[in-house]
């Protein structure tokens, strides 16, 4: 099991510094120069070399790299172009607002798609079966930012149920208000990833209904339920787990749509900011934060696998 985790953790390690080099030679190569960006239009060419040497772009890319990098390592996510404040200032809260967001959407997501598939197993060909495969695909083929217009529209104008901003008036509110106001935009993350992990839940328990240990339980005495939940459910799981980790990219992409639509201060819109701003550091250090956590959620994924698969725990133990 150790040299299964120390494999993984490289592998994660080595996936998040291609991901650093790549982004940072990708943003360095937009159109535009960032320090006439920052300091408009009367700037003079004085001016724009010291915003260079001040942050250090009268370098060489690969000095700038070498660089960025050593700060990455201790924990310097560098100072904003833009506002000229550290980016964890920026970062760090905006980080949290969505994480707070997509917890909300992952609590709904994850236990009903799952029991969407189930559901949709145990009923296979009836309509109930149709209604959830043939309507979750349905919704998923709609973006996550039409559904979040549609969603605001309906009930959050027409029918003023919902609040129409993700985020409280106050900007912060207690934990239930919070919660209360991140429903709407949760929801539409779940009408569009519903499909796909529910889809993949089906499959899984039919295939493990349909499965010889399945049939010698129940000649054995078990009974449907208790055969279902003793045996199927642990076995259905193992490609709902990867496929509920493969989606976290596709929640974290549609998190920046639902934020912009919703008026929600998130690690979206932050970026979304830095892009337009041409701010190299709120940019480059945001992605490296995002595929962090993609990688994380990634390597969680593979230990449950691992855990939960008992061939591939034989495998690691010999």
Request: no cysteine.
């Amino acid at each position: 099991m150790k040299s299964f985790l120390a494999k993984r953790l490289g592998l994660s390690v080595l996936t998040v510094g291609l991901a650093a080099v790549i982004v940072f030679f990708m943003t360095h190569i937009l159109p535009g120069d960032v320090a006439r960006q920052s300091l408009g239009r009367q700037a003079t060419p004085e001016d724009v070399a010291a915003f260079n040497k001040l942050y250090g772009l009268d370098k060489s890319l690969i000095t700038q790299l070498v660089s960025w990098i050593k700060d990455l390592l201790s924990g310097n996510l560098g100072v904003s172009m833009s506002t000229s404040r550290p980016v964890s200032e920026t970062l760090i809260p905006a980080l949290g607002y969505s994480a707070r967001l997509a917890g909300v959407a992952f609590v709904l997501i994850v236990p009903l798609s799952i029991a969407g598939g189930i559901l949709a197993a145990m009923n296979r060909g009836k309509k109930i079966d149709r209604a959830i495969t043939v309507g979750g695909l349905s919704a998923a083929v709609i973006p996550e930012f039409v559904w979040a217009v549609i969603l605001l529209l309906v009930f959050g104008v027409v029918i003023r149920f919902f609040p129409i901003s993700a985020m409280p008036d106050d900007g912060n509110g207690g934990f239930l208000q919070s919660i209360w106001h991140l429903l709407l935009p949760s929801i539409a993350l779940l009408l569009v990833l519903f499909g796909y992990i529910a889809r993949i839940t089906r499959a899984g328990v039919i295939e493990a209904l349909d499965s010889d240990y399945m049939r010698t339980a129940v000649l054995k005495g078990y009974s449907r339920r208790k055969a279902v939940t003793t045996h199927v459910l642990r076995n259905a799981m193992l490609p709902t787990i990867a496929v509920v980790a493969s989606q976290i990219p596709y929640l974290i992409g549609g998190l920046v749509a639902v934020e912009m639509v919703f008026n929600y201060r998130g690690f979206g819109t932050v970026l979304l900011a830095a892009v337009g701003g041409r701010d190299y550091a709120v940019l480059q250090s945001g992605v490296i934060l995002t595929s962090v956590v993609i990688v994380s959620f990634q390597l969680i994924a593979d230990i449950l696998f691992a855990l939960l698969n008992p061939r591939i725990r034989q495998r690691i133990s010999e």
